[in-house]
């Protein structure tokens, strides 16, 4: 259930928690590759060609990069966050250890500090340390800490969480792989996806699939202050169905069927309104000599932050979209 | 239309360069072992032989401003996709694949340099509805300009892409090698060679040459290091690729006693870069044709680089 996964803590690179329990959840054939991912298979009918769908296990976080004498944690961050988020969040990390990150009192800034946004080296995790002798017995530098941010139900179709994305990818993907194909389906949990693709790319090396589907969760601006033009997508504008972006142009004849599929079963769906961002498509769809790809992703409000914001219609659009276009695969493959 | 503007007129945004990829298959087609296209958009064609496996390539596309929103009005938001810089685009024509024309603008009072949130472009509908059935949200519209000769130049769009295909082809047509030849027509240059890289990937050659161009600088109040009409360009560092010496000693050793110039700087000129990174790895250099007005509309070129650089490459084939 995505209220599980979203619950779980998996930075890059320290994904374990995650992979633990879809694990459990797996009732196919899998591997662990050396890079942490899961690969999971069904053999279809046929083995003459290959599908492979992608969803990233890890999310954005913290990573302790010095313990202070008075015992706070020093950070970086672990893919992109805009640090005005971070401001009096609590943390996580992987021992169960309580954080808080910490600023200044607003009483001891200066106009200048409290006109500016908070930079990383002003913030600080504050564990409830008293020193660093008592801080070192709990951290070491290098740990990584997660956001908290509890599943909870909003207004009548919404909902929030953090690590939606990509942990509604990775549900879709569990989906997916309770069902039986007409060809041979990969199932790549990936991890690295925040910092580039690392996992993705050794998946797609090792698979060589015929065509990979990455499942993502993407930006939805579509607040308040924010003009149409710039919305992304549109909470309650169905699943949708990026075209280019920063690091890929999508295969058409796959983003073509996913259209047609939507079409054709009633499924909401729109596009992605820019060119920004990135996915693990960007490495997949160069591995290889060349694989073709494409992306289907759920619209997510203030993504990469503790709370994040999604519709229930939409995923459900999304999961439907996605078990349609991987059923019908065999016409692009 | 001659060969050359055909390949210049053409449609070829990153990633949909099926119409340059077609005019180019239809002249090679009975001068090659075999065609292809593979997943990326690279057209590879393939001249056998016994010989070192040779991967001679240029790219096929040319930057886009792809369609990000439609207004209720009619005008369309737009990104741009690939090395459009915005300064060259504004007041310009545009073009669709499906013939759709279309005016880039910004409104008359900007404070400071417009940015790319506010541009946009107007074909002329009515409504969003109207435009709708012209474009929707991932259309691409590429530069549109008549070709142009005049004096000693040749001006057109596209010209840093599509000039590497003339010559590309035209050595094609006339290599006579021992060497088993790749000629790869690669995609999706603007994108960072991404199509460069995929090709190297499938084809692992021994040796790679790009085919690319860099920027002329023989205009009033510059320095004038590369000149319009100076001949090829042997490149010996780019932003990628600092070329290995094997592949430069044959271009001196080819042009020695004919007019040749000398690239070494920081930018983008040719693909070769990306396709040495794939693979087991490969010798790799390239020829590059001068360029003035790089990365316009209106880039302009000597013709008579273009056919030496043809005969470099037809060379090249034959002694590497």
């Known amino acids: 259930m995505l209220s599980e996964l979203t619950a779980l803590s998996g930075v890059s690179g320290d994904t374990g928690e995650v992979r633990r329990y879809i694990e459990k959840r797996l009732k196919c054939p899998y591997e662990v590759d050396s890079k942490g991912n899961i690969i999971a298979y069904k053999k279809g009918k046929s083995s003459s060609k290959r599908l492979m769908a992608v969803a990233h296990m890890d999310e954005v976080g913290l990573i302790v990069s010095k313990i202070t004498k008075d015992g706070y944690l020093e950070f970086k961050c672990v893919g992109g966050i805009d640090e005005r988020v971070l401001v009096s969040k609590p943390v996580k990390f992987k021992n169960s250890l309580y954080g808080v990150v910490g600023l200044k009192a607003v009483h001891l800034q200066s106009e200048e500090e409290r006109n500016a946004p908070p930079r990383l080296s002003d913030l600080v995790i504050d564990i409830g340390a008293k020193d660093a002798k008592e801080a070192e017995k709990h951290v070491r530098i290098g740990d990584t800490a997660a956001f908290i941010g509890d599943y909870k139900k909003m207004g009548e179709n919404r909902f929030t969480a953090k690590a939606l994305d990509d942990r509604v990818g990775c549900e879709c993907l569990l989906r997916l792989l309770e069902k039986d194909y007409e060809y041979d389906f990969y199932g790549v949990f990936s991890d690295c996806e925040e910092i580039g693709g690392i996992g993705a790319k050794c998946a797609a090396e090792k698979i060589a699939p015929d065509a990979a589907l990455v499942l993502e969760g993407t930006t939805c601006s579509d607040t308040r202050g924010t003009s149409e033009k710039d919305f992304v997508t549109r909470l309650g504008g169905g699943a949708c169905i990026p075209v280019i972006d920063r690091s890929m142009i999508a295969d058409r004849s796959m983003t073509s069927l996913l259209k047609r599929c939507a079409v054709e079963n009633g499924i909401k769906w729109q596009y992605k309104k820019t060119t920004a961002g990135g996915t693990d498509g960007g490495v997949i769809h160069l591995s290889a000599g060349g694989i073709k790809c494409a992306v289907l992703a759920l619209p997510v409000r203030y993504i990469h932050s503790p709370h994040s914001v999604a519709d229930k219609r939409d995923l459900e659009a999304y999961y439907l979209l996605a078990e349609k276009f991987t059923e019908r695969a065999g016409e692009i493959l | ?320």
Request: include cysteine; glycine fraction near 10%.
């Open chain 2, 1 to 320: 239309m001659n060969f050359i503007e055909k390949l210049c007129a053409s449609y070829g945004p990153l990633g949909n360069e099926e119409a340059v990829r077609d005019i180019i298959a239809d002249e090679l087609e009975n001068v090659c072992d075999s065609i292809v296209t593979d997943v990326i958009g690279n057209l590879i064609c393939n001249k056998q032989g016994s010989g070192k496996k040779i991967m001679i390539m240029c790219h096929t596309d040319e930057p886009a401003l792809m369609v990000t929103h439609i207004e209720k009005d009619g005008f369309l938001r737009c990104a741009p996709v690939g090395g459009f810089t915005l300064k060259n685009q504004i007041n310009r024509r545009v073009l669709t694949d499906n013939g759709t024309a279309g005016i880039v603008s910004v409104k008359k009072e900007l404070e400071g340099e417009p940015v790319w949130g506010e541009v946009f472009i107007d074909i002329g509908a009515a409504d969003d509805k109207e435009a709708a059935k012209k474009v929707d949200v991932g259309s691409l519209f590429t530069a549109q300009s008549a070709f142009l000769k005049t004096g000693k130049i040749i001006s057109s769009k596209a010209l840093s892409s599509r000039l590497g295909c003339f010559a590309l082809c035209e050595a094609v047509k006339r290599a006579e090698s021992e060497n088993d030849l790749y000629f790869v027509f690669a995609s999706q240059s603007e994108a960072g060679s991404r199509g460069a890289f995929c090709a190297a990937a499938r084809i692992n050659p021994d040796i790679i040459l790009g085919v690319g161009a860099c920027r002329a600088d023989d205009v009033p109040g510059e320095d004038g290091k590369i000149k319009l009409g100076g001949g090829p360009v042997i490149s010996l560092m780019d932003k990628s690729l600092v070329s290995s010496e094997n592949i430069t000693k044959l271009l001196y050793e080819i042009l020695s006693g004919k007019s040749y110039q000398t690239y070494i700087g920081k930018e983008s000129c040719s693909d070769a870069g990306a396709a040495a990174l794939s693979g087991t790895g490969a010798s790799a250099g390239a020829v590059l044709i001068p360029v003035r007005y790089k990365g316009s509309d209106t880039e302009a070129a000597s013709y008579d680089d273009v056919l030496q650089t043809a005969d470099l490459i037809k060379a090249f084939t034959e002694r590497a």
